[in-house]
C-alpha cells in the first residue's frame, strides 16, 4: 500500500491517515491519488516490437557468425517496418530474428558443450596433415 507523505514536514504516515503524525498538518487524500494515477505508465499508442537486435549481435560476437548474421539482418528490418506501418511483416521479421537468435544460440551452446566433453584432443583429432 502505498504511504502518505506530509507536504509540510514530508513526514511518513498511513495511507488512510487523515492529519500527519508528526506536524498534524492535514492530509489531503486527493492529492497523492492524482500523482499515484500520473506516475503509472501510459499505454503506448504504438505497439513495441521486439526486435532482438542485442540479442542477435551478441549471438554474432559470441557463438556463430553464420547464424548471427540472418539475426541481425531481420532485427533490422523490424524498426524500419514499424516506422513504415507494417506492423504484420515487423512481427514476422521480429519472429525471424528471434528463431535465428535462438538457433545461433543452440548451436554455440552444443559445439562448446561438445568442445567441453572431448577436451582440446577434440580440435586436435582434426587431420593435420
Ligand atoms: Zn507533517
Redesign the pocket.
Known amino acids: 500500500m502505498p504511504k502518505m507523505f506530509?507536504k509540510?514536514?514530508g513526514?511518513q504516515n498511513e495511507d488512510n491517515a487523515t492529519a500527519?503524525a508528526?506536524?498534524n498538518?492535514k492530509l489531503d487524500q486527493t492529492v497523492v491519488m492524482a500523482t499515484a494515477a500520473e506516475a503509472a505508465p501510459k499505454p503506448q499508442s504504438q505497439p513495441q516490437i521486439q526486435s532482438h537486435m542485442v540479442f542477435a549481435i551478441i549471438i554474432t560476437l559470441v557463438c556463430c557468425i553464420p547464424f548471427g548474421i540472418p539475426a541481425i539482418v531481420y532485427a533490422a528490418q523490424v524498426s524500419g517496418k514499424v516506422a513504415a506501418g507494417n506492423i504484420e511483416g515487423a512481427l514476422e521479421s521480429s519472429r525471424k530474428a528471434k528463431m535465428w537468435c535462438w538457433i545461433g544460440f543452440w548451436s554455440g551452446l552444443a559445439f562448446t558443450i561438445i568442445c567441453m566433453v572431448k577436451g582440446v584432443p577434440f580440435l586436435q583429432a582434426i587431420p593435420q596433415y
Open positions: 506530509c509540510k514536514c513526514a500527519c508528526s506536524c498538518e
